[in-house]
């Protein structure tokens, strides 16, 4: 393994600005599941901002991998807004009652103030936190729920996908609430100084139909990128679980500068599909490979995935195709680092 040239501030500057770096960019999906790192449980880790950092400046500090963020959940801007989530022990947090049960109560929600609501001030803490601790080091990055999936934690998945057919006024309606409550949380992250990112897995193909996605989804992403573009003045990325190839196209001109693809999809594919307009990001398996895998097998598919997208136009970040689960061992993702550090390194020589 070759030795390292930049820190990770100096290569994600570099990146940023199209300039040669030493080697591909490296960036785990972890966050809450590697609590077990810490010794404290995904349940105090949700209420603690200083846990919420402590988490991100430890795994930075074994790791060294080149950003770091805090997402909001899947379900933090929904609980801000009234829905009820519980927060287990060894797990990730889940929805336990949509605060709309029916469409006629849609209009009487309230949109989110992120300095009072829920868990979005422990939240914007635990950023600056994290920023104020690393930021001269690392990329220290936000991430959120994109609006769609926001709305199937206000009114459940299932009444999400029945009401977007037998009331669609209604759907749009929550998401225009929707879009306000994310752009007030888009507010105070940006007046951090962070960068922002979202993951929108109920966007899926392996949810919503690309037709669907145009009507009920799209317009009202594009409304949250543009202002993290008039807030930051940088373009978001996004993440999108599952199924999203019948949509690359859609949710590349929106804008954002960087999509995180599931490893269910081809990164050779969205090379060559989107590639000359954004980043590609992605896509270790992070169960079969990360989690089960062994260690030429964790190699075997960090080679495999820098082979395909290194020669990317607008760029490439060696990611894992979704987080990485609860109770992965920390050698686990340090392999995956290494493994990064090993093939990555340029100029790449894969043969």
Not at 56 to 78: K, N, P
Not at 140 to 163: D, H, I, Y
Not at 189 to 207: E, H, K, Q, Y
Not at 211 to 233: A, C
Request: charged residues 25%; glycine residues 6%.
């Amino acid at each position: 393994m070759k030795r390292e040239e930049m820190t990770p501030r100096e290569r994600m500057d570099a990146f940023s600005k199209g300039e040669e770096i030493d080697r591909i960019l490296c960036i785990p999906d972890m966050g809450v599941t590697m609590v077990p790192f810490i010794g404290v449980t995904a349940r105090d880790y949700y209420h603690s901002a200083r846990l919420m950092a402590d988490l991100e400046i430890a795994l930075f500090r074994r790791l060294g991998h080149d950003s770091v963020g805090i997402s909001t959940s899947l379900r933090g801007v929904a609980e801000a807004m009234g829905s009820k989530v519980c927060y287990p022990d060894y797990n990730i947090s889940y929805l336990l009652e949509p605060i709309i049960k029916a469409p006629k109560e849609i209009e009487s929600l309230k949109v989110a103030n992120p300095l009072k609501d829920g868990k979005l001030p422990i939240l914007i803490e635990a950023l600056r936190l994290t920023r104020d601790a690393l930021i001269k080091e690392v990329d220290v990055g936000a991430a959120m729920s994109g609006p769609f999936s926001v709305a199937a934690s206000l009114v459940g998945t299932e009444n999400l996908l029945k009401w977007m057919i037998k009331y669609p006024k209604s759907i749009h309606t929550l998401m225009e609430i929707v879009v306000e409550s994310n752009n007030k949380y888009i507010e105070a992250v940006a007046n951090l100084g962070l960068s922002i990112g979202f993951a929108d897995p109920v966007s899926s193909n392996s949810l919503i139909s690309p037709k669907q996605f145009r009507e009920f989804s799209l317009p009202y992403l594009q409304k949250n990128v543009d202002k993290i573009k008039e807030k930051t003045g940088n373009a978001p990325s996004i993440h999108i679980c599952g199924k999203s190839r019948g949509i690359w196209e859609d949710v590349t001109r929106t804008g954002i500068s960087n999509f995180s693809i599931d490893n269910i999809e081809d990164l050779e594919e969205a090379k060559k599909v989107m590639g000359d307009r954004v980043i590609i990001t992605g896509n270790v398996p992070p169960v079969d490979v990360i989690y089960k895998g062994t260690k030429e097998e964790i190699f075997k598919s960090v080679k495999e995935c820098i082979a395909k997208g290194h020669d990317s136009k607008k760029g490439y970040i060696l990611s894992t195709g979704c987080q990485i689960p609860m109770n992965t061992p920390i050698e686990k993702v340090e392999m995956f680092i290494d493994a990064a550090k090993t093939y990555g390194t340029y100029p790449i020589d894969l043969f």
